[in-house]
């Protein structure tokens, strides 16, 4: 009998020894020198188990940095469905002998040069176009988001949005150095006469100061400036003022290869009785993978806005979108206490999260397992792919952790999944914020994730 009750009593005894160890080693890291300015917030909690294993100030709002994207995700995964597609649409109208077309947009965040160039050839060649109607009416007028950084313009990573966007509505710069004393050589992509390119650089010369790459941005400008001593290969994404403009502009490029004449451009709505002409899908999962994998701002907010199309009449906005968001914390994560939503990407310096809040979505996905199948295979795996690639190799975390990185200037988090030495699944969410340091502090936090895992 003696021998029957240890038995029983075997598995139960393991996990206590497995749980007393973590909350040891999680309270000896919490002891670190890094919070004596610093502060965070962390939760651990056994999903097959069903059981909360940590907790360190889990009601405390804090910036959530690019880990509002797991929120994001989760949310439009839920409402739109894996089918769900984004839409981007060529029509033609023919009277008489006047032929009109139109490009309506729906904010695909992943419309490329290819994409430009197929739509164009569906355009018979050599054909003489009255007007080529640009129709804008998915959103409203707002290019930035509420709360958005005037000085992360002008950078890709802060485009200006609209339904007509093109390469993410950015080029990306590569500069690289040739003789000393000459100019370094470039190259712009993709390529396009809708912006300027003016080379002040030199190559291998200290005088001539730091290299920079950038756009007139406090004028508004497409001009593209390069400065400075050029010593390596260089590469910078810049965005485009005026994306609608930018997709436009290549798409009409596109049309002369074929020989096709435009007279005017405007912007106008489809009429009902428009032929449609070709028809670009993108899958809302290929969007997921690049707001989660890559931490694509552009993907994240073009989520937000199908999400609001969903219950608003278009033109919809970004903050119809946190609306929904919002609701769905409250009514899907059961959510009573004060937050804020204000994007989808964690730009935002008005987005307020708790680490229980995150880990509350990342429950709720691992409950609903065609969601969370798509979910965790498109979150970065720690060093092996994405913003995690370079992260955890050589500890007990390499490769058993997914989860979303977000970094801001004083902000460092952290939120996914964790496989631990006895075979259960762990979610978890770390929230570290007045630090200055990143890399300090993503450190800590891969000791965390090593004392998860073991």
């Known amino acids: 009998m003696r021998t029957i009750i240890l038995l029983l009593l075997f598995p139960l005894m393991l996990a206590a020894r497995a749980q007393q160890p973590l909350d040891k080693s999680l309270?000896?890291?919490?002891?670190?020198?890094?919070?004596?300015?610093?502060d965070v917030s962390l939760m651990v909690y056994d999903l097959t188990a069903d059981t909360l294993l940590y907790s360190h100030r889990a009601q405390k709002l804090v910036r959530p940095a690019?880990?509002?994207?797991?929120?994001?995700?989760?949310?439009?995964?839920?409402?739109?469905?894996?089918?769900?597609t984004f839409d981007t649409e060529l029509f033609e109208k023919r009277n008489d002998s006047v032929c009109n077309l139109f490009v309506k947009g729906r904010m695909d965040p992943l419309f490329s040069d290819t994409d430009a160039m197929r739509m164009a050839n569906r355009v018979e060649q050599g054909m003489v176009i009255d007007t080529l109607f640009a129709d804008c009416s998915f959103s409203d007028s707002l290019y930035w988001g509420n709360g958005w950084l005037w000085d992360?313009?002008?950078?890709?990573?802060?485009?200006y949005l609209s339904p007509l966007m093109l390469c993410r509505g950015e080029v990306e710069v590569v500069v690289w150095p040739g003789a000393k004393g000459e100019p370094p050589a470039y190259k712009v992509t993709p390529e396009s006469a809708f912006y300027t390119v003016v080379n002040e650089a030199v190559s291998n010369d200290p005088s001539a100061g730091k290299l920079t790459v950038l756009r007139d941005w406090l004028e508004d400008s497409n001009t593209i400036r390069i400065r400075g001593n050029c010593t390596k290969r260089y590469k910078e994404s810049l965005n485009?003022?005026?994306?609608?403009d930018f997709f436009i502009a290549v798409l009409l490029e596109k049309l002369a290869l074929r020989g096709v004449t435009v007279n005017n451009v405007a912007f106008g709505p489809v009429p009902c009785d428009a032929e449609l002409l070709f028809v670009n899908n993108r899958p809302?999962?290929?969007?997921?993978?690049e707001a989660l994998m890559e931490s694509d701002n552009l993907c994240a907010e073009a989520l937000l806005y199908h999400l609001a199309a969903q219950e608003n009449i278009s033109p919809v906005s970004m903050s119809q979108?946190?609306?929904v968001v919002t609701s769905f914390v409250k009514d899907n994560l059961g959510v009573t206490g004060d937050f804020s939503?204000?994007?989808g990407s964690g730009l935002s310096v008005y987005d307020y999260l708790t680490a229980d809040i995150i880990l509350r979505a990342l429950r709720y996905a691992h409950k609903n397992s065609a969601l969370f199948d798509v979910f965790y295979s498109h979150l970065p795996q720690s060093g092996i792919s994405g913003t995690m690639q370079n992260r955890t190799k050589g500890t007990a975390a390499y490769k058993k952790v997914r989860a979303k990185t977000g970094t801001v200037k004083g902000v460092c988090t952290l939120a996914g999944y964790a496989q631990a030495a006895d075979g259960h699944l762990y979610a978890f969410v770390m929230l570290n914020g007045g630090l200055q340091k990143a890399s300090t502090v993503r450190k800590?936090?891969?000791r965390v994730l090593e004392a998860i895992c073991r």
């Open 27 to 38: 309270d000896a890291l919490l002891a670190d020198k890094l919070f004596d300015t610093g």
């Open 66 to 84: 690019s880990v509002q994207k797991v929120l994001t995700s989760v949310v439009a995964l839920d409402r739109l469905g894996s089918e769900y």
């Open 152 to 159: 992360d313009n002008p950078y890709g990573y802060q485009p």
């Open 240 to 244: 485009m003022y005026k994306s609608a």
């Open 284 to 289: 809302v999962v290929a969007v997921v993978d």
């Open 321 to 323: 979108g946190c609306d």
């Open 341 to 343: 939503v204000a994007d």
């Open 444 to 446: 800590w936090q891969d």
